[in-house]
């Protein structure tokens, strides 16, 4: 993976200049090793408090649960750890979020360097209006990583779970595709640019149970792989999915009609695989 075989100082020049899809071998993950860091962390959306104050440690290659209530600030936590927040003109973004101690919201980090090494899938699938391989291909085509161009989409499709079922219909439309083969192709968009983490906000709210199972199961096969964040309104799919469990709840205030997301415990998940 690239930039994990770095020193720190290394990996701080590395997020703020693209690296042309240079490729290095990715080392063994420590269980101590943390990914993600917040402190304090709040955010606003103009006068409106969002979030507030929520301070924790995601892991390597730990999946992550942000589960809680509508409007108690998951999707706006999440997006946090990839400043996916800037392109709302009015977030103001308060504290300390760090990626492998950089701290992401510095003003020499390059946002779109921060979004290749920490990958996103939304909720509903969100396929271009392109082939199939041109959907897998469209991030390698941004960031320069054009050398074995065909080779890249295949692994991708082959690590989403999808490539046997697309190989060959890969210049048909990704809009033919069913739901879930969407949200599969999203996830290997997404790894295809070799990113350190994936985040996913309910990414199996649109889907059906089969659909669902699906995405589950690739979960468990990326997390060797990668760290993954996941944001769930269903307490089943956490306990199914992940290693550790966020729980957030609203603080609401009926007199200016505000709600504000606020951290109440973060653990490792109870799990059916704990014995």
Request: glycine fraction near 6%; charged fraction near 30%.
């Amino acid at each position: 993976m690239i930039g994990q075989d770095l020193t720190k100082e290394e990996q701080r020049v590395m997020i703020r200049v693209p690296d042309a899809g240079i490729v290095r071998s990715e080392p063994e993950r420590s269980e101590k090793e943390i990914v993600f860091e917040t402190e304090s962390l709040n955010v606003r959306y103009g006068s409106t408090q969002a979030v507030r104050d929520v301070s924790m440690r995601i892991a390597a290659g730990d999946i992550t649960a942000l589960i809680g209530p509508s409007g108690c600030g998951k999707s706006t936590l999440i997006r946090c750890f990839n400043r996916m927040n800037d392109l709302i003109p009015d977030a103001v973004v308060e504290g300390s979020v760090r990626y492998r101690s950089i701290d992401l919201y510095g003003s020499d980090v390059d946002p779109v360097e921060v979004r290749r090494r920490i990958g996103m899938v939304f909720q509903r699938p969100n396929p271009f209006p392109k082939s199939i391989f041109d959907n897998v291909a469209f991030g390698l085509r941004v960031h320069g990583m054009t050398d074995d161009l065909d080779d890249r989409v295949q692994a991708a499709l082959k690590s989403a779970a999808l490539w046997d079922e697309v190989k060959h219909d890969l210049k048909n439309s990704a809009l033919a595709l069913s739901g879930g083969q969407q949200q599969r192709l999203c996830i290997a968009r997404a790894i295809a640019v070799e990113p350190d983490a994936i985040l996913m906000d309910e990414p199996c709210s649109a889907l059906d149970p089969i659909a669902t199972a699906r995405i589950e199961d690739l979960m468990q096969e990326l997390k060797s792989r990668y760290t993954i964040v996941i944001v769930t309104h269903n307490m089943q799919q956490a306990a199914r999915v992940s290693d550790m469990t966020a729980f957030l709840t609203a603080e609401v205030d009926e007199e200016k009609a505000t709600r504000t997301g606020i951290l109440v415990e973060y653990d490792r998940t109870q799990n059916r695989r704990d014995p």
